[in-house]
């Protein structure tokens, strides 16, 4: 953590530490087959655009993302966007070709570092013990490579187990806590587990400790494991808050950029990914998340400047699925959790100053006298068929500003279970 001092209004005679503060955005490299330079130029600069200083990239253990990471590492250094290497472990890897993919990006300006050591991430690799860990960063550290380690072990949730990762990996120097959703339950995630991680990591390492901020969970890939929804109706609103109120890390993660099947993409929805067979049936351009990227960006500037900034352009973010929870589909099954998201259109308001904000749909209405900032507000479902939300902005009885949805809920007519928000905004 590198403290930086902030001056406080101009000629006043106050100081401020404030933490240094970094977000990165999850990045499946495996989707990135058939990218181009343009496709990571895309990418990179969009996600600049909104205060994010660099992907860690999910990396499994495919010939083509060897030459993806060099295009990557190449564009990085010329937008000047950071990168760091997340080895995806429910993949079968061998320590030395991960020590290779290392060492061939070292030395790269858009490497990211800690505390002046590589910062290496994963995706679980608990099942991967110790010696393995402690031999792959001696292999590192033999060829001149110090790295900072800091993994997201799965099987570490529970907050009662965190004083048994330091005890089970002495390797390890940071901790990332993939842990975004609820766990099966129909209740909000608390902070409990990024607490007790981030305490023990305080206690004995030198590492980071990175927390996962994410819009969604939903995947529906045709088999039970691999078929569930967890409750995110308001999560991209208040774990942003846990993030900045509760815990301040000293890295956000949003999980994800890309990661298409389980529908927390923040990213477009690059048209020249191989979806597979089933995603597209939930992720097609009726589901995009694009302006999921306007309630990141105002929470990105919070969290780095330790205050919230000022809105200048009023809007408000909204989304909902296209079916009420217990509609019957022609395909598949319910997903696992599927009774617990609220049949309702969320809106998430970001505004300049106080205004009412009202939302539409069918015979159903709700509004909320919303503050300067950000606030959220909900209408349920209606019962009639085929309606879409109406979403309006007024001060003093004038509209200021108003819009519609561009899907209909249906109350039939449902061809797969999909429980994939549509985003959209009025601005
Ligand atoms: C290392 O980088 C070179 C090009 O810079 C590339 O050809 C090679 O495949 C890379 N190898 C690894 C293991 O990343
Ligand atoms: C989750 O939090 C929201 C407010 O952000 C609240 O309206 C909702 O009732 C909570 N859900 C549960 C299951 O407690
Ligand atoms: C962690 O604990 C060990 C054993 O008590 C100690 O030797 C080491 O200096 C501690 N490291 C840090 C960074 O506090
Ligand atoms: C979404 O959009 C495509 C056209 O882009 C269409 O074929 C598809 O049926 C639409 N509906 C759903 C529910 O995915
Ligand atoms: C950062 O916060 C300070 C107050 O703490 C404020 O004066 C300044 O405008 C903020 N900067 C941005 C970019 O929001
Ligand atoms: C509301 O609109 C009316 C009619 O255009 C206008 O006369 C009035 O000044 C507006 N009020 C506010 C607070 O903008």
Known sequence: ?????????????????????????????????????????????????????????????????????????????????????????????????????????????????????????????????????????????????????????????DPSLADSLLSDFSSIDGFFNWWSWP?????????????????????????????????????????????????????????????????????????????????HYIGDINPNVNLGDLAPNYVNSNFTHASWRNVAQYFISWYKNGSAPTVTNDQVVFWYRGWPKATSCSTGSPPRNSDFPVDAVFALSLLSSEATVGLYIGSNSFSWDAPAGASMGSVPFPSEDSQIPYIAISRDGNTTKSGYGSLYVQQSDCSYYNFNPYVGIVE
Do not use: C
């Not at 990168?83 to 030395?107: K, R």
């Open 183 to 263: 766990d099966d339950v129909d209740a909000n995630l608390t902070t409990a587990t990024d607490l007790a991680y981030q305490a023990v990591i305080k206690s004995n390492r030198t590492g980071p400790y990175i927390m996962s901020v994410s819009p969604w969970q939903f995947k529906n890939l045709g088999t039970s494991d691999t078929d569930w929804v967890e409750l995110s109706d308001t999560l991209w609103y208040y774990r942003w808050l846990q993030a900045i109120q509760d815990v301040n890390p000293d890295i956000v993660e949003i999980v994800t950029w890309n990661d298409y099947a389980e529908s």
């Open 1 to 157: 953590m590198v403290p930086i001092l902030a001056l406080l209004g101009a000629g006043a005679v106050m100081f401020r530490v404030v933490e240094a503060a970094s977000v990165f955005s999850h990045f499946m490299v495996q989707n990135s087959y058939s990218y181009a330079e343009s496709d990571w130029q895309n990418d990179m600069t969009t996600a600049a655009s909104i205060g994010i200083d660099g992907f860690a990239l999910n990396i499994a253990a495919a010939d083509y993302e060897v030459g993806q990471l060099v295009t990557a590492f190449s564009v990085a250094e010329q937008l000047g966007f950071k990168l760091f290497l997340s080895f995806d472990m429910s993949y079968t890897w061998e320590s030395s070709d991960m020590v290779s993919i290392v060492q061939n990006h070292s030395d790269s300006s858009a490497m990211y570092t800690w505390n002046n050591a590589v910062l290496v991430s994963t995706y679980a690799g608990d099942n991967y013990d110790d010696s393995f860990w402690s031999g792959f960063k001696s292999s590192l550290s033999s060829e001149g490579i110090t790295i900072s380690l800091a993994p997201a072990f799965t099987d570490y949730r």
